[in-house]
């Protein structure tokens, strides 16, 4: 079950990072969400996660090759989902296990994450024994996790503020409130 008070400082605090944030009542609701965005980004090619692609929610939408960098790369946008969310930073968790799903969080311009409701914790804290679970397989390749809060935005030395430079400039988290059953 959602918790409405965790979902929302998620929100603000995701919003504050430079996050867009939709709510969307449920998961069937994210992917019509997700083709409208994609149609007004004119987005012809999409990068998805495996748990994306596995879902079925591909429908009309034209999904780069999985494994191919390259095509990563020239994807205007990516479609992953988030194990997490930290509602005290605005804070994006996913358990990375391949270096397709790393990449994907990356190479294309925009990055539009699925994140259950119920998968908002307090604090990146909460996630401590999980994170420590996750970090601990010994099976390859070398699990890793990723933190993302906001678009990616790094400064030079004469403090200039650039965005998307080492990742996507845009970031946008669907926030479903009944994850598929």
Known sequence: ???????ARFTAAAEAAGAEVISVARQKDA??????????EKAKKVAASASVRESGCAGRLLFS???NPLEFA???VALVRADYGAAETGTLVRLDSDDD?????????????LLDGERVVPGVDSLAAVISGHLERRKPPASQVSLITGPSRTADIECALTIGVQGPARLIILLI???EA
């Open 1 to 7: 079950m959602v918790n409405r008070g965790l979902a």
């Open 101 to 113: 799903e790393r990449m994907l969080w990356t190479l294309p311009a925009t990055c539009i994450a």
């Open 65 to 67: 090759n999985p494994g």
């Open 31 to 40: 992917y019509v969400t997700v083709a409208r965005l994609l149609d007004r």
């Open 74 to 76: 020239q994807a205007r």
């Open 177 to 179: 409130d009944e994850p």
